[in-house]
């Protein structure tokens, strides 16, 4: 047993350790520890024999808005009463913060129709911020009319209970299915009403700003509806409600940017929780990292949680668009081996100064299925990889940094294999393009890593011409720091046969400075 005296505790605290934690949160004990890491974790409230104690309100209010909670099963209350003199209130479908979700009878409808009921109690003891958010949440529900988006039924307010609206009574909850593994085209399937109803919501200037499974609602008539406008805003209304509550969403789905500047999000808030949703689904868990599967929908979900708004799909509709291209079926439906696929794109990959992006797109979705412990197929995809012209690499950087930062860091690993002489030349030279037409610091830092081992392994002076080439035309401090960065990487003896004496002295003074431990002054 615990002992509040001596740990400092008080009593009736909800306190738990690393178990408890994880129920709270909805994640594994793994999971936890991973989280730990974050540096806005809770610090626990002590530390015992048996392993740290949280506060679990604490760990509750870091880990959702506080204001409310996903929906969960109905559970038993008391008697039965009436709202609006139409809505016989019945079990308790949800409860959390100030408001309560309640399971009704609509008495007009007939026929015992189920409706769901939304009560704010006790509106004359809350903060006018809170009851305000309520009424602004009744004032935009109003105004929806979008099967993708559930409607607002009724509304008003009971001199008992307070302020209360009704809605259709969903039939299941998003967050239901995060338990399981879906496959890609059942995720687009939800996404495809996901994304049409956000895209509603943005045409009427709202942003929802608190995107997750557990508000998103199956309707009666079986397809998916975003709900619980809570936290919505009006682009119009950024100077309204903006207490420290407005930088709050739900852990793990609440794009970076809405924490630090709740007011100035815009679109692609949404679209990062978007992303998150599908990154759940796919892995069947909370998405406490970034990391995504591999499969068609990896490169289009890296894209939409980029940490880096800027990089993501700029719309709802276009985030679709994305969706229904990665998991469209191969133009034939015949399995090629990785030899016959690469033998196939290659020819459309290099061709021609103008991208071609139905190629592209076929070979970004076999980059995100490939498996990149797989040495033979990584050197069949790295070989149709070194086809792409600048063009096509500008392309493939200004749709998806992320994705292509991936491919790109497995591309150089795989350099340090084995190849024919003459592929040694094509590869050096895609590196050296992609160091160019991305102009990134870790691109740039992947291709020396790689050109050193693939120049040094077979002795091949152009590759090594390329490398010393990458190095003298670097002029900044940051892009000296990565290069310097990628050779350490490499190790000494593949820094010495890239960069002898005579080189360094042509090279920027921060890689001047950094080489000069690992060469010797009397080599060439």
């Known amino acids: 047993m615990v002992d509040l005296m001596t740990t400092n505790i008080r009593p009736f605290r909800r306190i738990g350790g ?154 299941g909850i998003l967050s239901d299915e995060v338990g399981s593994v879906m496959k890609a085209e059942d995720v687009a399937a939800v996404m495809r009403n996901i994304c049409a109803g956000l895209a509603y919501i943005h045409s009427q200037g709202i ?59 815009d679109e692609r808030a949404d679209i990062y929780s978007a992303g998150k949703i599908m990154q759940a689904l796919l892995t069947g868990g909370t998405p406490v990292d970034d990391v995504v599967p591999a499969g068609p929908l990896r490169g289009v979900i890296q894209r939409a949680i980029s940490q880096d708004r800027g990089q993501r799909h700029a719309s709802a509709t276009e985030l679709l668009a994305a969706i229904e291209s990665a998991v469209a079926p191969a133009p034939t439906g015949r399995w090629e081996t990785a030899e016959e696929k690469a033998g196939r794109l290659r ?98 830092r992947e291709a020396v890593r790689g050109l050193a081992h693939l120049g040094t392994n077979h002795n091949r002076w152009h590759v090594r011409d390329v490398a010393v080439d990458i190095l003298q035309k670097i002029r900044t401090p940051e892009d000296a720091v990565a290069a310097l960065e990628g050779l350490r990487m490499a190790g000494q003896p593949f820094i010495e046969w890239t960069v002898g004496s005579a080189v360094i002295r042509t090279l920027h003074p921060v890689l001047r400075s950094g080489l000069g431990t690992f060469i010797d002054s009397d080599d060439d």
Not at 238 to 252: A, E, H, I, P
């Open 347 to 444: 020819p459309r990959l290099k061709a021609g100064r103008v991208v071609d992006e139905a190629a592209l797109d076929e070979f970004v979705r076999w980059a995100d299925e490939l498996d990149f412990s797989d040495d033979e197929d990584m050197g069949e995809f790295s070989w149709a990889l070194s086809a792409l012209p600048s063009d096509s690499v500008e392309w493939w950087w200004q749709q998806n940094p992320a994705g292509f930062t991936g491919i790109f860091q497995a591309f150089a690993s795989c350099l340090e294999g084995s190849f024919d002489f003459g592929m040694c030349d094509i590869l050096a030279d895609f590196a050296r393009r992609a160091v160019v037409a991305t102009g990134d610091a870790i691109i740039l």
């Open 18 to 171: 690393v178990s408890e934690v994880a129920a709270e949160l909805g994640v594994s004990r793994q999971q936890v520890a991973k989280l730990r890491q974050s540096d806005d974790f809770p610090a626990p409230v002590a530390s015992l024999s048996a392993g740290d104690i949280w506060d679990l309100d604490i760990i509750r209010r870091w880990g959702s808005s506080g204001l409310r909670r996903g929906a969960g099963r109905p559970a038993p209350v008391g008697q039965p009463r009436s709202v609006g003199r139409r809505f016989e209130l019945g079990a308790e479908i949800d409860g959390g913060g100030f408001a309560v979700v309640f399971g009704a009878r609509d008495l007009e409808a007939g026929d015992d129709d189920q409706v769901a009921v939304k009560v704010l109690q006790q509106t004359h003891a809350l903060d006018v911020e809170t009851v305000a958010r309520f009424e602004r949440e009744l004032r935009l529900m109003s105004t929806f009319g979008h099967a993708n988006v559930m409607k607002l039924l009724a509304s008003g307010k009971d001199e008992d209970l307070g302020l209360w609206y009704a809605m259709p009574l969903a039939r």
């Open 207 to 265: 942003l929802h700003r608190d995107l997750k499974p557990g508000n998103v609602l199956r309707t009666p008539d079986g397809v998916w509806a975003i709900a619980d406008f809570g936290l919505a805003r009006v682009v119009e209304e950024s100077g309204l409600l903006t207490s420290t509550f407005d930088g709050f969403g739900t852990r793990f789905y609440v794009a970076p940017e809405q924490w630090r500047d709740a007011k100035h999000v």
